[in-house]
Structures are given as structure tokens and as C-alpha cells.
């Protein structure tokens, strides 16, 4: 028995007032009245907990604490429209409790069941919606009946229904002999089946018809156990569900990547190259004149052989240029053939004697080079040492007090073919030489040209002593070019060092650059620090232009994947509904949309890192996995708070 007692609802006036009524285990219920005296709206509130209604009920005399376990485990609702879960198909209706009670799917108890509603062969794999409304309400009286809910609430169950499916309706209904239903109607012929019928009137209930013997009222006890489990009900979704899900997970990554190379474009324009903006690359300026056109961007010693000497009276005017403190010449030694790929071994003897060798490959990058050091460069410490860079030491684990052996390519005559490209070829000698390192050079210290960062410095006066020394003893090494026609027709000349470093005033270093190009054509210079600021400007220029473009694309999008969102949760409303109106907590409920925004969350975050991964380009990666983390967290607030607005009660 189900009794209902000091039932007061009210609205924006009084629907009922302190009345009561009682249901009987086995039995028919008719709740009748006119339109608008609240059927409906107490028939929900036997379901649903209101801040509207207010009640005690009881059931077999126990009063009942937790409506939602109560509705869950005994209480089964067709409201008048037949309303049904529109994310499953009949047979998962079936199995969701099925689940719910942690039992195995039972396909032919649910075809008897759906035959006990004169439901035969029905496609149980179709959704509901290919069945009439009468069909559908004896859907959901045999899911009842598979549930095993021993009180059936029906709200105008005749509605909508011819003469003949309200018959067939009536013989259903009386054949449900363990059942307790409770229903409303406005149809003569359903009161014929009822044991008990109630009238609304005065806000209260009035017995009309009670033929029951309250002596032999059964008491039905507590026999199922529905638990509402989120990770299960997760799969749970029609097709047009998981193409709108798919959906936008596909648009968020979407934004996710265009966000991404947005920050990572914003990451390249705010650093700045330390190497760029260290005082000595600030401060020299590197020159040299060129005979012919220019192929490629000028490096120092990277073209010598297009390099020739510099008019002497501009040479003069630029030393005297403001701004200019001191000029000197520019050279380095290399390991690799200038005529060929041969390269030279390089040794390194450790402190402790051990001696490791190398064999350089200049196509793997490991281009090592002997740069000279100036008295003008802010690393120099004045001890005439040999430092070395730190890459250097870091490739070839080079350690302070180490000794490096290699032959070096030293450039030796010089043949002036006359004008143009290639207008003049090197030979060169061998030479071994030993350098024994003093100090490595902090990551961000030294200078570096663009060639290579694999460097060893030596003081200034050491290379000019080196390139100025003659051994008539070492290897020359020439080119069949040189050898066989070059030295023909002209005869070979000392090898001059055509290139020169300027150390300026930073201050003045844009001026002089500008002064310099002006004077000739044919006259090259290279810095690191203009060139770093003439980077900034670019990718400052290419940032904005891709911050227009992403906001463009990102609110179309973000519009997209909005819309999509709120048409989702928007079919899933009348899920949720009936969620609720099967006794699921709304906790529950929230703690399934909780785990499909965090399923959401940890796909697109994955798939960021992974695009991260595979994007060799990206830059600053720790912020970068930072930013993916940042975006989707944002992005995953936005589809909460659509989620929020579209479910959210009145």
C-alpha cells in the first residue's frame, strides 16, 4: 500500500491542501477531474521532490526518506505522450535497466514481456519513434513489467488513442493483476477496470469507488535494486548523438591546433635570441666586398671566394665612421676539404690521457670551425686562452683542460680568375694543429655567425700568426680546376683576408650598416643583432597578420562548436528528464555529463600533446603543452556552461 498523506501543492495558488489519498497493491486507481484541478502535477509529485509540494508518504506503513531510491526501485511513469529515452533504441530501454541491476540483456524475456502488451514482432533494434503513441506507452508498460516495478503511474493513458487500441488498452491493464496503477483519465471506459476511483474537488481527493478489501492488503516487499552507473550510461546515444559528440571533438581540435600555432607564433615574435643580443654581437659588424652577384645571404667567411679586397679610401672612411672603435680581420680555419666532402679526424685527448676520435660529417651538422677572439669581446678574460664554445662541449663532452688535435684547412695562394662568380680559388695547406681548451664559454656568451655553433676561439693575434706562417713541407691541397687551368693562365698571389669585424657603438650600428650598403653595391654586411631585429619585425608583422586570421577562423568555430553543443544538449534535455522521472538523482545525472565533459577534456588534450609531438616546429614546448592544457580547460567551461543554460530548471 502507497499512502500519501498531508499532501500540500501550491503555485501561484493552492492546487491541493493538506488532503491525502491512499494506493492499494494489486489494484486499479483512477484519479479523476477537471482540466487543470492538478492530475498531472501530483502525479509528479509522487515521482519528483519539489520545493512546491510538500508531503509524507508511506509505503506497506514505512515512511519513505529517499524518493529517488523509492521511484527508482518500485515506481514506473508513462506520461501522456508516451515519452521515451530518444538516445536508445528499444532494446537498450531494456538494457539500461537491465544494467542498472548488473544483469545480463535477456532478449527473449523482452520479447515476452513486449508480447504481454500485444507488442509482436517488433524490431527491437529501431528507436521508439517508428511506433504510434499507443504503441509506445505499451512499450513502456512492458519495460515496467521487465523492470519488475511493482506500481505503474500512467497519465491519461487513453490519450490520443482510437476505440480499439483503448480497449486493447483496458484488457493490458487488467491483466497487470501484481501491479499498482495509478492513473488519470478523462475516459468513461477505463473507469469500467477500476478498482478505486478519487475525484479532485475543493483541493482535495473524494473516494468515489473503493471495492477493495483492506483485509486482505498485501504488502509488497523491497525486491530489485536499481543503481544509475555513468560510465555505462556514457555509450548510451543515437547516432545523430555521437555524430554531434565526434562533432565537436573534431571543431575544439580544430581551435585547439589553430590556437596552438597562434601561441607558438606569439612565443617566436616575445623571445629574443640570447646569441643575437649578447654585447658582442651587439657590437660587431661584419664586412666584406664582394666581386658579382650576391646567391646567397651573406656569413662571414661562408663566400670567400667571391670576397675580393676593399677600396682602400672606403675602407678608410669607414674606421673614421662615428661609432666605429676598432676594425680587424676576419678568418677562420674548418676541418672540411673546400674542394670536397673530405673532412679531417678530430682527437680529443682528456686530462687523464684518454684519447677519443671523430669522424666529422659536416651533412650531420657537426661543422666545427676556429673563429678568432678579439681584446673587444666582453668573454674575453685577457689570458690569451683557447676557449670553446658550449655547444662544442656538449657534442663532443669536452671538458676544460682538454686537449683538441685535428688538421686544419689553412688557406694558402690565390688565383684571380678576373670578374664575376668563383672570381678567384683557393688552395689550401694541412696542417695539424693543438689546441688546449682554458675555458667553455657560456651557453649564450660567445658569438656565432650563422655557419655553425660548434666553435673554438682563439685570440686574434694566434690566427693571424697561423694563417701568416710558411711551411714548405705541408700538403698543398688544390683542385683539378686550379691545377689544370687556372694555373695556365694566371699566376697564383698570397691569400688575402678580405673580410673585417667592426666594433661599433650599438647605439650607432644601424646607421653604420645603412652607410656601408650605400657606399657599393658590392658591399656585404652581416650582424647577428640587426638581424635579430629585423626577425622581430617580421614576425611581428606575420603575428598580427595570423592573429586576424585566427580570430576570424577561431569565432567561426567557436560559433560552430557552441551551436552544435546546444543542439546536443538539447536533445539530450528530454533524456535527462526521464532520467529523472526513473528515480536518477540529479547528482547522478551531473556526474554523467561530468564524465563526458572530462572524456572530452582528455581526448582533446591527448590529441594536442600529440599534435605538439609530431609538429617538429613548435617551439617552447613546456608552454606549449601548458597552452593545450590552458585552451582545452577554457574550451571545456564553454561547453559546461551551454550545458548548464540548456538543462538548467525554471
Same mark, same amino acid.
Request: some cysteine.
Given at each position: 500500500?502507497l ?27 483512477a ?5 487543470g484541478?492538478?492530475?498531472?502535477t ?8 519539489s ?9 506497506n ?8 531510491d ?6 514506473a !511513469? ?5 515519452? +521515451? #529515452?530518444?538516445n536508445? *533504441?528499444?532494446? %537498450?530501454h531494456? $538494457? ?14 523482452i520479447?515476452?514481456c513486449?508480447?504481454k ?20 506507452k ?47 483519465t ?18 482535495e ?20 535494486? !536499481? ?5 555505462? +550510461? #556514457?555509450?548510451?546515444? *543515437?547516432?545523430? %548523438?555521437w555524430? $554531434? ?53 651573406y656569413?662571414?667567411?661562408?663566400g ?10 672606403n675602407?678608410?672612411k ?9 676594425i ?11 674542394h ?35 681584446e ?21 663532452k669536452?671538458?676544460?683542460?682538454d ?7 689553412i ?35 660567445g ?40 694555373s695556365?693562365q ?29 657606399m ?37 568555430g ?14 539530450r ?19 554523467s ?11 582533446i ?46
Amino acid at each position: 500500500m502507497l499512502e500519501i498523506k498531508d499532501i500540500h501543492i501550491s503555485f501561484d495558488r493552492n492546487i491541493f491542501n493538506n488532503t491525502q489519498i491512499q494506493f492499494y497493491s494489486s489494484s486499479i486507481h483512477a484519479i479523476v477531474g477537471k482540466s487543470g484541478s492538478g492530475k498531472t502535477t501530483f502525479l509528479k509529485s509522487i515521482i519528483h521532490d519539489s520545493s512546491f509540494s510538500q508531503s509524507k508518504m508511506y509505503y506497506n506503513h514505512e515512511e519513505i526518506h529517499q524518493k529517488d531510491d523509492f521511484v527508482r526501485n518500485h515506481v514506473a !511513469y508513462v506520461d501522456q505522450l508516451g515519452s +521515451y #529515452f530518444p538516445n536508445m *533504441s528499444i532494446k %537498450q530501454h531494456f $538494457q539500461f535497466y537491465a544494467e542498472m541491476k548488473k544483469e545480463k540483456i535477456d532478449v527473449q524475456k523482452i520479447n515476452r514481456c513486449l508480447e504481454k502488451v500485444n507488442l509482436n514482432n517488433v524490431n527491437i533494434n529501431k528507436l521508439p519513434s517508428v511506433l504510434s503513441i499507443g504503441e509506445r506507452k505499451r512499450m513502456l508498460i512492458a519495460l515496467a513489467i521487465f523492470c519488475d516495478k511493482d506500481i505503474i503511474i500512467l497519465d491519461e493513458p487513453t490519450a490520443s488513442l482510437d476505440k480499439k487500441n483503448i480497449s486493447l488498452l483496458k484488457k493490458i491493464l487488467v491483466s497487470l493483476e501484481d501491479k499498482t496503477i495509478i492513473l488519470t483519465t478523462h475516459t468513461p471506459e477505463i473507469l469500467e477496470i477500476c478498482n478505486v476511483i478519487y475525484k479532485i474537488e475543493n483541493q482535495e481527493f473524494h473516494c468515489q469507488k473503493n471495492d477493495i478489501d483492506e483485509t486482505q492488503e498485501t504488502e509488497i516487499k523491497l525486491r530489485n535494486n !536499481y543503481q544509475f552507473s555513468p560510465i555505462k +550510461y #556514457f555509450r548510451y546515444k *543515437s547516432l545523430i %548523438q555521437w555524430i $554531434q559528440y565526434i562533432g565537436i571533438i573534431v571543431i575544439s581540435l580544430f581551435i585547439l591546433i589553430q590556437s596552438s600555432l597562434i601561441v607558438n607564433s606569439f612565443l617566436k615574435t616575445t623571445n629574443v635570441s640570447s646569441q643575437a643580443i649578447n654585447q658582442s654581437s651587439k657590437e660587431m659588424l661584419f664586412i666584406r666586398s664582394r666581386e658579382g652577384e650576391i646567391v646567397w645571404d651573406y656569413n662571414p667567411s661562408s663566400g670567400s671566394h667571391d670576397s675580393k679586397p676593399f677600396d682602400e679610401d672606403n675602407l678608410s672612411k669607414i674606421k673614421h665612421m662615428e661609432g666605429v672603435k676598432e676594425i680587424k680581420k676576419f678568418e677562420e680555419l674548418t676541418l672540411f676539404n673546400p674542394h670536397s666532402e673530405e673532412s679531417q679526424t678530430l682527437q680529443i685527448v682528456n686530462k687523464n690521457g684518454t684519447t677519443k676520435n671523430y669522424t666529422i660529417n659536416v651533412s650531420e651538422g657537426y661543422d666545427l670551425r676556429v673563429y678568432p677572439y678579439y681584446e673587444s669581446n666582453d668573454f674575453n678574460d685577457h689570458d690569451n686562452g683557447v676557449y670553446i664554445s658550449y655547444g662544442l662541449s656538449q657534442v663532443y663532452k669536452i671538458h676544460e683542460g682538454d686537449t683538441i688535435k685535428a688538421k686544419f684547412y689553412i688557406p694558402k695562394d690565390q688565383y684571380i680568375k678576373g670578374s664575376g662568380l668563383d672570381y678567384r680559388s683557393v688552395t689550401y695547406t694541412l696542417r695539424e694543429l693543438e689546441f688546449k681548451v682554458s675555458k667553455i664559454i657560456k651557453k649564450d656568451d660567445g658569438y656565432e655567425t650563422g655557419v655553425t655553433d660548434l666553435i673554438i676561439y682563439i685570440p686574434y693575434e694566434n690566427l693571424m700568426n697561423i694563417m701568416s706562417h710558411i711551411d714548405k713541407k705541408e700538403e698543398i691541397i688544390s683542385s683539378y680546376y686550379i691545377d689544370n687551368v687556372l694555373s695556365k693562365q694566371v699566376s697564383a698571389q698570397p691569400y688575402t683576408m678580405n673580410e673585417y669585424v667592426l666594433f661599433v657603438d650599438e647605439d650607432y650600428v644601424a646607421d653604420i650598416n645603412n652607410s656601408i650598403l650605400e657606399m657599393d653595391d658590392e658591399y656585404d654586411t652581416f650582424s647577428r643583432y640587426l638581424g635579430q631585429l629585423e626577425y622581430d619585425k617580421m614576425m611581428k608583422e606575420a603575428f598580427q597578420t595570423k592573429l586576424l586570421s585566427f580570430a576570424a577562423i577561431c569565432s567561426v568555430g567557436l560559433i560552430a562548436l557552441l551551436t552544435t553543443q546546444y543542439f546536443l544538449m538539447k536533445s539530450r534535455k528530454k533524456e535527462f528528464q526521464i532520467l529523472e522521472d526513473s528515480g536518477v538523482q540529479d547528482k547522478d545525472t551531473k556526474k554523467s555529463l561530468l564524465l563526458e565533459n572530462s572524456m572530452y577534456f582528455i581526448i582533446i588534450s591527448i590529441a594536442g600533446f600529440l599534435w605538439l609531438y609530431i609538429n617538429r616546429e613548435q617551439y617552447a614546448y613546456i608552454t606549449q603543452y601548458l597552452a593545450v592544457l590552458g585552451i582545452s580547460f577554457i574550451l571545456l567551461l564553454l561547453m559546461h556552461a551551454v550545458s548548464h543554460l540548456v538543462l538548467k530548471k525554471k
